[in-house]
């Protein structure tokens, strides 16, 4: 039986940084419950520091949020596997996107960009890469349920386009740019204005 501990990148607003890095969250879990029930809301996992323990479905979100670095421990205690903290964008990663971005993408209720989560527009899973290019500003609940609110994201030579869902559009679906920052807002409305 292998342990495995997740080590989680909390997410950005919500916990203090510890020398400009995200305070990290421990969370361990048995490796047959990661496995066999990931993502299906069986098993639990354990945040440090609390005795309760918690879901799986609370870890998957937990690291679909912010990333997670893999450590492999043996029934003996040894250490075989430390997986690099790839999937969680730096601290300076986020800073820029959340410039860039201003605030979730998606059209609606607005939120402090430091209260976003950086959302990776092609999966990691699919090789998507932790790079600004490929991450956006989005709110907690578009971060969960983006397939289901209709809209689409996609990364032009590193700028962000949206298109907004079919029964949201009266004409034809079109990608458009997109951003929220006030600063960049301003010049778009001033190079439309001549
Ligand atoms: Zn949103």
Not at 42 to 51: F, P, S
Not at 112 to 136: Q, R
Not at 162 to 181: C, D, F, V, Y
Request: aromatic share 4%.
């Amino acid at each position: 039986m292998l342990a495995v501990i997740l080590d989680v990148v909390s997410r950005a607003g919500e916990a203090p940084t510890i020398g400009g890095a995200p305070a990290t969250v421990l969370v361990s879990v048995r490796e047959q419950d990661l496995n066999a029930d990931f993502g299906q809301g069986r098993g639990i996992g354990w945040i440090d520091g609390v005795e309760t323990p918690i879901s799986i479905s609370a870890v998957t979100d937990l690291i679909s949020n912010g990333g997670q670095q893999k450590v492999v421990i043996t029934d003996e205690g040894r250490i075989i596997a430390l997986g690099s903290p790839e999937r969680c964008f730096t601290a300076a990663q986020r800073r820029a996107i959340q410039l860039r971005d201003g605030t979730c993408i998606i059209p609606g209720r607005k939120i402090p960009a430091g209260m976003t989560e950086i959302h990776h527009v092609i999966p990691h899973s699919e090789g998507g890469p932790t790079h600004t290019d490929n991450g956006v500003c989005l709110c907690w609940w578009h971060h969960r349920y983006l397939a289901a609110s209709g809209w689409a994201i996609r990364m032009v030579r590193g700028a962000v386009q949206i298109m907004a869902p079919p029964w949201l559009e009266t004409g034809a679906r079109k990608w458009r740019n997109e951003t929220k920052s006030c600063p960049r807002m301003t010049d778009a409305a001033e190079r439309e204005n001549g």
